[in-house]
């Protein structure tokens, strides 16, 4: 259980054009969401959270116009990176996040990623 | 500001021996989580282990076991019987609410 799955895994795009990457929990109901962004050798940067059906919320420094966030339901989030540039090629990761009782955590489960390589 | 130190960007022992990777952390709180995450190559992160900060306890799992100092806000990570498939980055992190805070990665090869 508690399974979250990315698409597509990969992506090849040419610079200026929009990219769609969907996140969704396969077998639970997110209450929240989050987007993270990996650099090679680096750590994970959260770049936003968003709760189903209302305005995600931007880390400092993150182009809020530039990665939109939409958080339809609570299976699904899409992040969109908008006319994307080369330094936007990463690695993005999404994580869900649900209450698993009588745990009082939120645990946050994380798909597989999607790499973004932008020409 | 909160923050997560790996002083040990790379590591390399040989299987079977045990290691331990060292995370100190910083945060006001008095209740949060702590972690270790582990990223193998395929880069899918994997829950190693979990510390709830108010439990005095040290948390374990099967090989992995932590060593947990409130006081100092150190976070050690044990490895014992270390294995090929250890091989990967390890991230130590804690949350506060949802958010998960990660370290910079210790980068863990495990010889054979």
């Known amino acids: 259980g508690a399974v979250v799955s990315q698409h597509p895994s990969w992506v090849i795009c040419k610079s200026g054009t929009s990219v769609k990457i969907e996140c969704r929990s396969l077998?639970?109901?997110?209450?929240?969401m989050f987007w993270y962004r990996q650099f090679p050798k680096q750590s994970l940067m959260l770049m936003a959270t968003?709760?189903?059906?209302?305005?995600?919320?931007?880390e400092q420094g993150v182009e809020k116009d530039k990665f939109l966030i939409n958080h339809a339901s609570l299976t699904l989030s899409t992040l969109t990176v908008t006319s994307a540039h080369p330094e936007d090629s990463s690695f993005y990761i999404c994580?869900?996040?649900?209450?698993?009782?009588?745990?009082?955590?939120?645990?946050?489960?994380f798909g597989p990623g999607t790499r973004l390589t932008v020409l | 500001a909160q923050t997560v130190t790996q002083s040990q960007p790379e590591m390399s022992v040989q299987e079977a021996e045990t290691v331990t990777l060292s995370c100190t952390y910083d945060t006001s709180e008095s209740n949060y989580y702590l972690f270790w995450y582990k990223q193998p190559p395929s880069r899918q992160m994997i829950l190693v282990i979990r510390q709830e900060a108010y439990k005095q306890q040290n948390a374990t799992e099967n090989r992995f076991s932590v060593n947990f100092q409130k006081a100092a806000k150190s976070f050690s990570l044990k490895i014992s019987d270390s294995q090929l498939g250890d091989t990967a980055m390890y991230f130590c992190?804690?949350?506060?609410?949802?958010?998960?805070?990660f370290g910079k990665g210790t980068r863990l090869h495990i010889l054979p």
């Open positions: 992190a804690f949350t506060r609410d949802d958010k998960i805070i």
């Open positions: 994580s869900a996040s649900t209450i698993l009782a009588p745990s009082p955590y939120n645990e946050q489960f």
């Open positions: 968003s709760n189903e059906g209302s305005k995600a919320t931007y």
């Open positions: 077998d639970f109901q997110a209450t929240t």
